[in-house]
């Protein structure tokens, strides 16, 4: 199995930034894919960003595209989250998650493992 720890998360002004972490552990030497989700009070689980086991590949929800960048380094077994332009309705909890059977997986029940969720306050 795969543990993921979120970090990073924290109370940022209206366009400030913050650069999320998600430290992976166990078997990390199989590759898998990566993803962000995030998830209001009252609202459903979102898909925020995925990335594939090599960083080659991304995709953004249209919500946050320009805005966000994701990425990993293999060799820390860890994945970012880079948030910039923040804004209030970005505010929720963001969770990490991995895929080992879907190369670029968008959705929540594509996603075998997730991490805790980190705490993301954007306040104006």
């Known amino acids: 199995q795969v543990q993921l720890v979120e970090s990073g998360g924290g109370l940022v002004q209206a366009g400030g930034s913050l650069r999320l972490s998600c430290a992976a552990s166990?078997?990390?030497?199989?590759?898998?894919?990566m993803g962000w989700f995030r998830q209001a009070p009252g609202k459903e689980r979102e898909f925020v960003a995925a990335?594939?086991?090599?960083?080659?590949?991304?995709y953004y929800a249209d919500s946050v595209k320009g805005r966000f960048t994701i990425s990993r380094d293999n060799a820390k077994n860890t994945m970012y989250l880079q948030m910039n332009s923040l804004k209030p309705e970005d505010t929720a909890v963001y969770y990490c998650?991995?895929?080992?059977?879907?190369?670029?997986?968008?959705?929540?029940?594509?996603?075998?493992?997730w991490g805790q969720g980190t705490q993301v306050t954007v306040s104006s």
């Open positions: 998650a991995a895929d080992m059977t879907i190369a670029t997986p968008k959705k929540v029940y594509e996603y075998d493992y």
């Open positions: 166990g078997r990390t030497f199989i590759k898998y894919a």
């Open positions: 990335i594939n086991w090599s960083g080659g590949s991304t």
